[in-house]
């Protein structure tokens, strides 16, 4: 049975840094994939990060890029998301998840398998 769990989350200053974590126990699909979503009041979902667990290869959302940082600790199917210059915009439900196939060009969009919770980033002046 896969859990995924995210951690980290909470309130954080205009500019600030936080770095949240994702664990998916029970994960065993070494060509899948991991990724990390938000979901901004009001909004659908969308997509910032994913990792494909056989190469290491990370995709990267245009909104993101340059501010947020994925890594991952592969043996423990473990990712972080590092945030950096945060903005008022980035206040969201921050959501993980983990998937059998690699992350390829549709990971933004497909069904993936597995979900967490979500933890909730406050960013305010």
């Known amino acids: 049975q896969v859990q995924v769990a995210e951690s980290g989350g909470g309130l954080a200053q205009l500019g600030g840094s936080l770095r949240l974590s994702c664990t998916a126990s029970g994960f065993t699909y070494v060509g899948g994939s991991m990724a990390w979503f938000r979901q901004r009041p009001g909004q659908e979902r969308e997509g910032i990060s994913c990792v494909s667990w056989a190469t290491g290869a990370i995709a990267y959302s245009d909104s993101v890029k340059g501010r947020f940082t994925t890594s991952r600790e592969k043996e423990t199917f473990r990712i972080y998301l590092q945030m950096t210059g945060l903005e008022e915009d980035d206040t969201a439900m921050y959501y993980c998840?983990?998937?059998?196939?690699?992350?390829?060009?549709?990971?933004?969009?497909?069904?993936?398998?597995?979900w967490g919770q979500g933890t909730q980033v406050t960013v305010s002046a």
């Open positions: 998840a983990a998937d059998r196939l690699t992350c390829g060009n549709g990971w933004r969009k497909r069904a993936l398998d597995y």
